[in-house]
């Protein structure tokens, strides 16, 4: 199916909404850190991926005040934390709508225009020049590539020397067989989950999973570490239940860096 852009992201900022992600107030202001709502537990895990982002990352480089790119930032709450402890932080989306997009953060900007900039752009081609920032950090976004070694060499090529690429809240398997098992089981679920958006949601040819093998292909030069992560006891438990009820093994998230040569 032949999908512009423009209809992808008007319909998938559409099911965000259906699905109760557009947050303002008090909730925008909370996150990472939610915990009422449909996706609560959801953001337990991602407010760990965060903190260990923090600690290991950006509080490890030793210095008062950090350029940092987040990679697919939505709303802009990680935008908004890594502003508060005195960073300079820019919010890439290719999404500017005001449901969870670029357009959302304007709540955490109101009377504040200097916390953050916001870009709206494609992974594939960063509008900023080369080395201009210490971080960059996909924010729950590597998956969406379409073209993992273009997506990751402009990742490096706007990060200094030195500088570190990380990886939040992204899949990852230990095999590639499973993460196509993940893949085929959300196509034959779309129809339900989607409804009349399903064609057009699933329309993009997006990687939707990493391997620490498909990882290290995409770009050879970077060489990638993984921290792991302390989840929620009930996420930890995941691959034990899938294990039980005969299912393949569930993804981790985790925390994947490389420092750029």
Same mark, same amino acid.
């Given at each position: 199916?032949?999908?512009?852009?423009?209809?992808?992201?008007?319909?998938?900022?559409? &099911?965000?909404?259906?699905?109760?992600?557009? +947050?303002?107030? !008090?909730?925008?202001?909370?996150?990472?850190?939610? $915990?009422?709502?449909?996706?609560?537990?959801?953001?337990? !895990?991602? /407010?760990?991926?965060? /903190?260990?982002?923090?600690? &290991?990352?950006?509080?490890?480089? #030793?210095?008062?005040?950090?350029?940092?790119?987040?990679?697919?930032?939505?709303?802009?709450?990680?935008?908004?934390?890594?502003?508060?402890?005195?960073?300079?932080?820019?919010?890439?989306?290719?999404?500017?709508?005001?449901?969870?997009?670029?357009?959302?953060?304007?709540?955490?900007?109101?009377?504040?225009?200097?916390?953050?900039? $916001? !870009?709206?752009?494609?992974?594939?081609?960063?509008?900023?020049?080369?080395?201009?920032?210490?971080?960059?950090?996909?924010?729950?976004?590597? &998956?969406?590539?379409?073209?993992?070694?273009?997506?990751?060499? #402009? /990742?490096?090529?706007?990060?200094?020397?030195?500088?570190?690429?990380?990886?939040?809240?992204?899949?990852?398997?230990?095999?590639?067989?499973?993460?196509?098992?993940?893949?085929?089981?959300?196509?034959?679920?779309?129809?339900?989950?989607?409804?009349?958006?399903?064609?057009?949601?699933?329309?993009?040819?997006?990687?939707? +999973?990493?391997?620490? #093998?498909?990882?290290?292909?995409?770009?050879?030069?970077?060489?990638?570490?993984?921290?792991?992560?302390? +989840?929620?006891?009930?996420?930890?438990?995941?691959?034990?239940?899938?294990?039980?009820?005969?299912?393949?093994?569930?993804?981790?998230?985790?925390?994947?860096?490389?420092?750029?040569?």
């Amino acid at each position: 199916m032949n999908v512009q852009p423009a209809q992808f992201f008007r319909e998938y900022a559409l &099911h965000r909404a259906a699905e109760g992600r557009g +947050y303002s107030g !008090v909730e925008l202001f909370a996150l990472p850190d939610l $915990r009422t709502g449909p996706f609560a537990r959801q953001w337990t !895990v991602r /407010a760990r991926s965060f /903190a260990a982002f923090v600690r &290991h990352v950006v509080k490890a480089a #030793e210095r008062p005040q950090l350029h940092i790119l987040d990679l697919g930032a939505g709303n802009g709450w990680l935008c908004h934390r890594l502003a508060r402890l005195g960073h300079k932080p820019v919010a890439l989306d290719v999404r500017d709508d005001a449901i969870d997009g670029l357009g959302a953060a304007a709540e955490f900007l109101r009377g504040r225009p200097e916390l953050f900039e $916001r !870009v709206a752009a494609s992974f594939d081609a960063l509008p900023f020049p080369a080395e201009r920032f210490d971080i960059t950090v996909f924010n729950a976004s590597l &998956h969406y590539a379409t073209d993992l070694g273009c997506t990751l060499f #402009e /990742a490096s090529r706007v990060t200094r020397s030195g500088g570190v690429i990380a990886i939040l809240d992204s899949p990852f398997y230990e095999s590639a067989s499973d993460g196509e098992a993940m893949v085929a089981e959300k196509r034959a679920r779309a129809d339900a989950v989607f409804g009349a958006r399903a064609d057009v949601l699933l329309a993009p040819a997006f990687i939707e +999973y990493l391997t620490p #093998e498909r990882l290290a292909a995409a770009m050879p030069a970077l060489g990638w570490s993984r921290r792991r992560v302390r +989840y929620p006891l009930w996420y930890e438990l995941r691959p034990l239940a899938a294990r039980l009820k005969g299912r393949r093994k569930p993804s981790r998230f985790d925390l994947w860096t490389a420092r750029v040569p």
